[in-house]
């Protein structure tokens, strides 16, 4: 049953006879408005209800979890967040409070869709869409993206370990020489220290270079390539990317490379690595994920 104090239609009468006290008798108003007096001075002393309070104070930990996101967190990652925190709301009440208050994760882009090419020439496809890896360092995947600044594009590379989905490697460059791609892996082979680790690319021409093959081999890497015009063996790539565009880089330019850049390090290495929740990983951050593996 409905108290009075959480009937909207009650709560509207209340608020009318309070600004009409001193013009009309109060058990008049009650009689003509349909709501008891005993009701009307209950909620004078109490005029919020306390789940109305309680809404209030959740609603303050949802704007803390959808700040901290960057915008990005709908109601599913908000309630992991106030679960780990201590909160008991249902998901039901997460998406209410969100709804009303005009609370709403940010869209992506579309989904771009390849075709299928012939198989590769140069270096065979070895991952063959293998996306779930049992164990860390075993398939590395990497590409490349661009950004729009002011002063012109800037270029970014990463590598991603598929086991945790984490970036271990990336760089940023004013163009897309094969430097790029090599300054990336090298920043994961500096933390991972590869032994045998597959690494899947697609066909651009600087994943093809004879030093990218000496790399590879000369770090114990095994190279894998997809089909031409068939990206879908990078896919997970593919959605770092979308994820990165949608979550901070959205639609804007930046003044110079050096703040694109900035940016780009502050939402891999402080946010997505560390604390961004992923779905695939059961709703914790890549860190966490690795973390917890290890302990066990």
Same mark, same amino acid.
């Given at each position: ?70 915008? @990005? ?12 925190? #201590? $909160? ?55 590409? @490349? ?5 002011? $002063? ?116 891999? $290495? ?12 059961? #709703?914790?951050?890549? $860190? ?9």
């Amino acid at each position: 049953m409905t108290t009075p104090s959480r009937n909207p239609r009650a709560r509207r009468a209340y608020e009318f006879i309070k600004a009409h006290a001193r013009e009309y008798p109060v058990q008049t108003m009650c009689r003509i408005l349909g709501v008891a007096p005993s009701g009307y001075y209950e909620w004078l002393h109490k005029p919020v209800s306390d789940r109305a309070l309680e809404d209030a104070r959740l609603l303050r930990l949802i704007r803390a979890s959808y700040k901290a996101s960057h915008g @990005i967190y709908g109601a599913p990652r908000i309630l992991l967040d106030l679960r780990e925190a #201590g $909160e008991t709301c249902s998901k039901h009440r997460v998406e209410r409070i969100m709804r009303v208050n005009k609370i709403m994760a940010l869209h992506g882009y579309r989904t771009r869709h390849y075709s299928v090419g012939k198989p590769s020439v140069l270096i065979p496809n070895l991952v063959k869409r293998r996306f779930d890896v049992p164990r860390p360092n075993m398939i590395w995947v990497t590409d @490349i993206t661009y950004i729009r600044t002011w $002063e012109g594009w800037l270029y970014l590379a990463v590598v991603m370990d598929l086991f945790s989905r984490k970036i271990v490697g990336w760089s940023t460059r004013p163009t897309i020489h094969r430097l790029l791609v090599l300054d990336a892996v090298m920043m994961a082979v500096r933390k991972r220290r590869p032994r045998g680790t597959m690494i899947h690319s697609d066909q651009g021409c600087q994943y093809g270079s004879d030093d990218w093959r000496r790399f590879c081999r000369a770090n114990r890497l095994e190279p894998s390539m997809s089909r031409r015009g068939n990206c879908w063996d990078n896919a997970v790539a593919e959605s770092f990317f979308g994820s990165l565009k949608k979550e901070r880089i959205k639609k804007q330019i930046y003044k110079t490379r050096a703040l694109a850049t900035a940016d780009v390090s502050d939402y891999i $290495e402080c946010f997505y690595n560390r604390t961004r929740r992923h779905s695939y990983l059961n #709703g914790v951050s890549p $860190e966490t994920y690795e973390d917890a593996v290890k302990r066990k």
